[in-house]
């Protein structure tokens, strides 16, 4: 065996071994929770109470509830890391609207047990939805949660779907993420949006910011076209900036889809 022949069956070996790695421990770089506990709610957002509930596999979540005396609920389900707490100036600036909003953690987020999973995440939205008892209800997903959402939507469909900052598909952020790693055949959980969204019978907003270099505009443009949604572009914003959790043109958005569906009653 020639030296070039060893040193190539060493490179091929290291590679096995490293995208051997990526598929056993790639659920650790999607999905970044911080665990918790968070405070009690009303000690974050006033007159916000703790809730709970439990998904059909047994795992019982915690989540905010911030009342409003609007007739539309939104149900925020958030984007891949932190936890319900980072979400809070969202959720004020959604109740200064007098909307009331369920502010969910999934599993392994905010203190609660489990870990996350796409199959698992959708149980969670689905177990979410059943807390809320007002007949109008509007989905907000953020980044993932974009994700999670169109697919509660799929089943059990809402009045008005916000989608911030959704991607294509998970791999298609992955690999704007990770350019140099064969990302699409590895993966385990793919969150279809683009390919779905069209199923979706409910009047779609997509926000989005033109600097964002996590989920770039385009995967966004793409799914507003597939949804024929309405498009709310952030000029400058990034990915995690605070325009895009409470800034005037996110929050508007909402609030202003929330008093379409009320009309539409």
């Known amino acids: 065996m020639t030296t070039l022949t060893r040193a ?13 790695l990526l598929w056993v421990f790639q659920r650790r ?28 596999d047994g795992i019982r979540l915690t989540a905010w509830y911030v009342p409003g005396d609007h007739d539309v609920t939104v149900l925020v389900m958030g984007g891949n890391a932190g936890n319900r707490l980072h979400r809070a ?12 909003v ?16 796409e199959e698992g995440l959708h149980l ?5 939805r059943g807390v809320i008892k007002t007949s109008q209800v509007i989905y907000f997903g953020e980044s993932l949660g974009a994700a999670v959402a169109t697919g509660l939507a799929l089943e059990h469909s809402p009045d008005g779907l916000v989608l911030r900052s959704p ?11 990770y350019p140099f790693i064969p990302v699409r055949p590895l993966l385990r959980d793919r969150f279809p949006v683009a390919e779905t969204i069209s199923q979706v019978r409910a009047p779609v907003v997509v926000v989005y910011g033109t600097a964002d270099t996590i989920v770039p505009p385009r ?45 539409a009653r």
């Open 8 to 20: 190539c069956l060493v490179v091929a070996a290291v590679l096995i071994l490293l995208l051997g």
């Open 29 to 56: 770089l999607i999905y970044l929770p911080v665990g918790g506990p968070v405070p009690p709610a009303g000690e974050v957002i006033p007159g916000a109470r703790d809730v709970s509930f439990t998904t059909s």
């Open 89 to 100: 100036p969202l959720a004020r600036a959604l109740a200064a609207y007098g909307l009331p």
């Open 102 to 117: 369920l502010l969910m953690d999934y599993r392994g987020y905010g203190g609660n047990p489990g870990s996350p999973t």
């Open 124 to 128: 969670d939205a689905l177990a979410a």
């Open 167 to 177: 991607f294509t598909d998970l791999a298609a952020a992955g690999q704007v993420n």
């Open 219 to 263: 995967l966004s443009r793409t799914v507003a076209e597939a949804a024929d949604a309405t498009t709310v572009e952030v000029p400058g914003a990034g990915h995690n900036d605070l325009v895009l959790l409470n800034g005037r043109e996110l929050v508007g958005a909402v609030a202003e889809l929330a008093e379409r569906v009320r009309r």
